[in-house]
């Protein structure tokens, strides 16, 4: 889901999306001024994504979401398309989370948001 997510973010060329945030040698990265969580419960035939989108600085949450979808193969990679996209258009259109998030500090510089790395993203397994 994270390589979804990332993959939806990256359309919006005001976006800079690190999966990870490590630096080479001698190089300095400042770290992301959002970042983008979640945790995914599992039923034996449904699951239930839960997302949130924070400031680093603070640790405020921006904006938080729910989504449910049943565990079939043949709907589960449709599902998380659709999710990726309904974040990512959440996060980053126009006037969405970020633009207003910006708007209120009056930014001028692309936000960077970091993403769990996929072993990052906790699954619980429950029934």
Known sequence: MAQEVAGQLSKFKDIVVLQSVETAPGKETL????????SVNLEPDAFRL????RNRADGSI?????????T???GILEAQADIARNVATSLAQSYGVISQADA??????????GLPTPARFPITHTG
């Open 31 to 38: 770290p992301p001024r959002f970042v983008l969580s979640g």
């Open 50 to 53: 839960r997302v949130s989108f």
């Open 62 to 70: 921006l904006w938080a979401n729910s989504y449910d979808g049943e």
């Open 72 to 74: 079939k193969v043949s």
């Open 104 to 113: 209120a500090l009056n930014v001028s510089n692309p936000p960077t948001i």
